[in-house]
């Protein structure tokens, strides 16, 4: 039975997909089945999608045709914007909009990273409704105007009013949704799982199941221990079989991660805000971070070669 049925208040007017890349581009194909929605992403993306459509492959098949645009040059009453740029990108993309922001806008923050909802309700005004969901959906970008889907799961909303909103939106539209009432054990959650699969896959330029290796089972616990550790000083208990989980969740996962996808292609990672945070708040705290300092690292030395 549905989580997200009963007491909601109408559809929203509208759907903007602020940084339509592989993620992005995803939802996006999936809400415009029940919603109108705008992809705002880099032209060449944008102007294959305005040509051919949005070609989705593997788990999801088809050519969805939806608007796309370059930038925003306005947000209609009661629309929905949902945040899916690179971490390190959010700051500069929400200052880009925040003067066509209008009170009865919701923004859903649908990015990897811990603090990033606090960041963006920094920067637009205190009315406009600000919250964090998770997506647990593979997908690759092939090219400009077409994605390859190889893993569909759910979507983690809170379970606030406006969150149900949300979530019975994206049930319309075919999305499985998962109502959490602690959002911020969630993230943190999501965050352990990031911060073992997403650096060691860099490295290693594999895919995610790949490194359920039993010869990278000490670095994989070893991840996880610092970051349990900093998620208790900062009043978020994580139980520490939460590496178990992660290793077996990776064995099911073929897809190519989002940072082993930027190393690949020589861009920007979002490793400042995986297990780059958990350095600066195991200094913050006083917590050894040893193995997290060493991936960090490891990663920056990466994203330096060209």
Known sequence: MSQVTEGQKGSFGSVLI??????????????????EVTLVGKEAHVEAINRQGLIVSGEVEGTYRLRAATELIGIGEEALLILTTKAHDTEGAMMGIRDLLRPDTTILVLQNGLGNEEMVRSIVAEEVEVLRGLSSNGVEFTEPGMINVTLVRETVLPGTPT???VGRLFEECGLRVRLAEDMEREVWRKLVMNC??????????????EIVADSLRYVRERIADECIEVAGTEGVSLEPSLVEEVTKAAASYSNLSSMC????KGRRTEIDFLNGRIVELGRRHGVPTPVNTTLTSLIKFMEGRK
Do not use: H, M
């Open 196 to 209: 073992i699969i997403n650096p060691l896959t860099a490295v290693f330029r594999v895919r995610n199941s």
């Open 163 to 165: 969150g149900k909103r």
């Open 18 to 35: 602020l940084g339509a890349g592989a993620i992005g581009s995803f939802y996006g194909s999936q809400l415009s089945r029940g919603a």
């Open 261 to 264: 996808q930027d190393i690949l």
